[in-house]
Each structure stands twice: as structure tokens, then as C-alpha cells.
């Protein structure tokens, strides 16, 4: 019966329901009639216990981080304490609405200043904005400080440099910011070719984008010369923060003389963030960029805190309100609770994680940049060519072992990638039989290939033609294809 759509359960009469009687005067003409439905708007009808194991059934077939491993390289899919739901559901959070005037809300104004002052403790920086509401978000607000600075000197520039191994949203933010990329290739050891970026400085490039540790896992270990090279033309050095999880408390992006970083909250801090959503990223400037963050920002007044306009060179609101208010009370929780040697352990043991899954896989699996890698590892498939199987059969088949796959696919410099980040939050039993599925695909794979090709067999929905999937939404119809149709 949980198979079946909830419109298919209804019954008319059915009811989950029941409000009081009213207790005050009707009034049948506050809506417009001419903004009034025509017809009913054909809500099932249903009891409450239909409802509840319908949408627990729905969330039992999708696989999420409560259930089962999750890893997502490059995405850092922890696990995420239970205690920061609570705390962002407390009544004084959830009751409060973005026009509240600022003497009711010092308890939330509080908390951003407080938890922007942790983030640039965090990341060795000067200021902070909150508003962003995404890590692609963050890089777009970036790229529009560091614009902004350029200007203000007479100097707008045209370039952005990136390496080849980038996030795929740093080129997209680029051009959205007004940019044209220039991409450099990464030397054979995975690293910044620094003779490379070199040759491609000059004085039309306002500013270079990398992460580090880099899309490899590896850290950029030459970055103080990379930032030497980038500031001697007049540029800005970038710092894509999606693999912060691998530097708290070990390593400050300020301290690598970075100028810009963008923060993933709902990756290194702990907010659930599967489906798209939520997420916040906040942007820590060095001192000279501080003028251009955008506005307002909340900051101590005397006693308590207030909004303010901070600076006329500012580039302005790049939100609505003031960012996902939600996602900071998540973090903040959770930066509390770690404390600082907490927070340190988190990255240490993403680290012992994230190579204790290289030492077992390495003998099974191509390892291109055979390095030691911070928090994720980048294997490749190219191994399984001979057996006519592809990465994306693996990926299907860990489906089928109870494991979401891996990243697959990216970076784009390692062919047939598998890009697997564990984190910090695995116990060595997960991480054991996370390796043991992948041993025993690659065993499949030699034997019976086939088997592979036709996963995964126990989801809900079998293998889609993935191309058609994207354009159409009728899931049952593409269910009863093949993924040759």
C-alpha cells in the first residue's frame, strides 16, 4: 500500500485534522474575489497516520546521511548532531521575522556577531559577511569584492585565473562577475604548476581562485609562492573554502596570504544539506577588502548590537535579507560545542579517515596523484575497462550494498574519477565495509560484468536513461526503460 501516491490513498471524508470552532467573527471578504480559487484546490484526503507513513516511507527509499555512508568527495557529508536542530527551532529563532525591529533581536544579532567572530578566528581574516546563502553564492560575492577593490583603484581588470582541477561553479562565478577565465594546467604531481602561473600573470588579472587542499585531496604546499607571484602583479588571491574540513585548527587560510575566502557552513559546520539545500556562505576578507563587504552588517553598539551601513564603497545587499539565518544557528552550535581543540580533532580524524580508505582501496583501484591526501582521495575506474564496466556501474552497484556513491566524474584530470571524502564523522566498521563493497564491485566486475551494468537492483527505481531523465519528469515511465532506450 506505501507504494501508492498519496492522491491514490485519499478518500473523500477522510480527515488528519480537526480545528476548534471558531471563536471570533467570520469575515468572508479580507481576499479579494478576484485572487479567490475558482475550484478546490484538491488536497487529498487523508488521516494522519496515512500521512505520517507515507512521508516516512518516501524518506526510507531516498538515501541520506541518518541512514547509511555518505561519501560525497569534495561535499563533506557529516553527520550531522541532533542538538543543532534543536537549538535552531527554539521559539526566540523561529518566531522572529527579517523586519523585526533590531531592540527585539539581539539575541539573533548576537549570534551573527558572535559566530563572524569565530569564523574569522577560524580562518586567520578581518571581516565577515553572513549574506551569502550558498558556497557558489559566497564565490559570486567574492569576485565582487575583489571587482570592486580594483575599481575603486582605477584598475577594473578582465581575469580571473583558475587551475585545471577547479570547482565547477568557479568558472560560472567568474563569468557571472564580469570575468574572463583563464585556466591553467596542474603539474604531473597533481600541484599548481607555479612556472605555469607564472607565465599567465600580468596586470589584466585581478585575482587567482583555488582551493586547497585542492579537488585532489592534496595541499597546495607552494601557496606562499602562489600568493607571492599573485600580489606582485596587483592581483587578489582566492580561496575556494569547500575543503575547510581538512584545516581546523591546523592551518589559516590568512596565514597562507589568501585575501578572500568563501565558507561552506552546511559542509565544515554541520547543517544537513542533501537535496539542494539549506546553505549558507559567508565571505572573510583580509583588512583591505573590509570597506567593500556588503551591507549591512551586524555589529556590537554599547551594550547590545544593531545594523549597520559600515561603508559607502560597499558593493551592497547580495541578498534579500541577512543570509540563512537557520544555518547560522546550526553552526554556531556546533562551534560551540567542538570548541577549539574539538574542531582540530575534526579535521585530524577527517585526515586518518580519509588516507585509511586510500590504504585500502589503493591496491584495487587506480590511484593517478598517488600522494598523501588530506581529507578525500581521487581513484579512477580506468582500471574496469577491460571488463567492459564504467565508473558510473560502480557508483549503481554501491546502491546495492547500502552505500551512496561516491563523487564520480570529477576532477575532471583524472579519467573515470571516484572521488571519495569519508569525513571525520565514520567509525572504522563503516569505512571497512564501505571498502569491502568496493573490493567485492571490483571482484563482480572481473567475473560477471554484466551484473554491474544491469545495478542497481534494490532501489525503488532501477537504472534510468539519464539523459531522457533530465528532460522528463514521468519517473514510473522511464522506470519500465532501459538505460539504452
Given at each position: ?54 512521508f ?18 569534495s ?8 542538538i ?39 580562518t586567520?581574516?578581518?571581516?565577515v ?94 601557496v606562499?609562492e ?142 593517478p ?20 564496466v ?17 563523487t ?19 567509525s ?58
Open positions: 500500500m506505501y507504494d501508492k501516491l498519496i492522491f491514490e490513498t485519499s478518500k473523500k471524508g477522510k480527515r488528519g485534522v480537526r480545528l476548534p470552532r471558531l471563536d471570533v467573527p467570520r469575515k468572508n471578504d479580507l481576499i479579494p474575489t478576484d485572487l479567490k480559487r475558482k475550484n478546490p484546490v484538491g488536497l487529498p484526503e487523508v488521516s494522519e497516520p496515512e500521512v505520517v507513513r507515507h516516512v516511507n518516501l524518506s526510507n527509499k531516498n538515501h541520506h546521511i541518518d541512514r547509511g555512508f555518505y561519501p560525497l568527495g561535499c563533506t557529508m557529516k553527520y550531522n548532531p541532533k543543532n536542530e534543536q537549538t535552531c527551532r527554539l521559539s526566540g529563532f523561529t518566531g522572529l521575522h527579517p523586519f523585526q525591529d533590531e531592540n527585539h533581536a539581539q539575541g539573533a544579532l548576537k549570534l551573527m556577531v558572535e559566530l563572524g567572530g569565530m569564523l574569522t578566528e577560524i586567520g581574516m578581518d571581516g559577511t553572513l549574506q551569502p546563502a550558498a558556497g557558489a553564492h559566497g564565490e559570486l560575492t567574492g569576485l565582487l569584492i575583489m571587482r570592486a577593490y580594483h575599481e575603486s583603484k582605477g584598475e577594473p581588470r578582465r581575469k580571473v585565473i583558475i587551475p585545471d582541477s577547479a570547482h565547477g561553479t568557479n568558472p560560472a562565478s567568474i563569468i557571472t562577475a564580469g570575468y574572463d577565465v583563464v585556466q591553467i594546467p596542474s603539474g604531473e604531481d597533481g600541484l599548481i604548476d607555479l612556472d605555469r602561473l607564472r607565465k599567465a600573470l600580468d596586470e589584466q588579472v585581478a585575482a587567482m581562485m583555488i582551493t586547497n587542499p585542492n579537488t585532489l585531496g592534496l595541499f597546495e604546499s607552494q606562499l602562489i600568493a607571492e607571484a599573485v600580489h606582485k602583479v596587483g592581483a587578489l588571491l582566492y580561496m575556494d573554502g569547500a575543503n575547510l574540513n581538512a584545516l581546523l585548527g591546523i592551518a589559516k587560510p590568512g596565514d597562507m596570504n589568501f585575501d578572500v575566502v568563501h565558507l561552506n557552513l552546511h559542509k565544515t559546520f554541520s547543517t544537513p544539506h542533501g537535496g539542494g539545500g539549506p546553505g549558507s556562505g559567508p565571505v572573510v576578507v583580509k583588512k583591505h577588502l573590509v570597506p567593500f563587504l556588503p551591507e549591512p552588517i551586524p555589529q556590537r553598539s554599547g551594550d547590545g548590537f544593531r545594523w549597520a551601513d559600515h561603508s559607502q564603497r560597499s558593493i551592497g545587499r547580495i541578498g534579500s535579507f541577512y543570509g540563512n539565518f537557520g544555518v547560522f544557528v546550526r553552526a554556531y552550535t556546533y562551534i560551540l560545542m567542538m570548541g577549539a581543540q574539538g574542531l582540530r580533532k575534526v579535521s585530524e580524524n577527517a585526515l586518518i579517515n580519509a588516507n585509511y580508505l586510500k590504504r585500502l582501496l589503493e591496491p584495487h583501484y587506480d590511484l596523484y598517488n600522494r598523501t591526501p588530506l581529507h578525500e582521495a581521487v581513484f579512477s575506474g580506468d582500471c574496469l575497462k577491460e571488463f567492459g564504467k565508473t558510473t556501474d560502480v557508483a549503481k552497484r554501491l546502491l546495492d550494498y547500502g552505500f551512496h556513491a561516491p564520480i566524474y570529477f576532477p575532471l584530470i583524472v579519467h573515470e574519477a571516484l572521488m571519495i571524502e569519508p569525513t571525520e564523522t565514520e572504522k566498521d563503516a569505512l571497512d565495509a564501505f571498502a569491502d563493497a568496493m573490493i567485492m564491485i571490483m571482484e563482480e566486475a572481473r567475473d560477471n560484468s554484466d551484473l554491474l551494468k544491469g545495478a542497481p537492483y534494490t532501489t525503488p527505481v532501477g537504472r534510468l536513461n539519464e539523459a531522457a531523465a533530465a528532460r522528463a519528469l514521468d519517473v514510473n515511465y522511464y522506470n519500465r526503460k532501459t538505460s539504452t532506450d
